[in-house]
């Protein structure tokens, strides 16, 4: 679900849509890649068209636990429809850079 980018600390996120069924995948490819010792981490979001609230509280856990640690975890390249939803719940502060 995760694929590493030629960008340091960069990973992409291939699903295009990210639900309650992928969002064990994704903690799983997060997990291994917080193990390997990043002091940031960047998901790419590009390829995202939908994503829900399942998977923006483990975003959400997972920045607070990574803060706890020294490592920060951002999403870039957000697609509009994606932005719109992080903006009307007043995230996009806080997974942004």
Not at 18 to 29: N, P, Q, T
Not at 31 to 40: D, L, N, P, R
Request: net charge negative; aromatic share 10%.
């Amino acid at each position: 679900m995760v694929t590493k980018t030629v960008e340091e600390n960069c990973y992409r996120i291939e699903s295009n849509h990210l639900d309650l069924y992928s969002a064990a995948s994704l903690e799983e490819d997060m997990t291994s890649i917080f193990q390997k010792g990043v002091t940031s981490l960047y998901l790419d979001f590009s390829n995202v068209e939908e994503v829900s609230s399942s998977v923006l509280g483990l975003l959400l856990y997972k920045k607070m636990v990574y803060r706890k640690q020294g490592v920060s975890l951002f999403l870039i390249n957000v697609n509009p429809q994606v932005f719109k939803i992080l903006k009307i719940l007043n995230l996009n502060g806080h997974l942004l850079p």
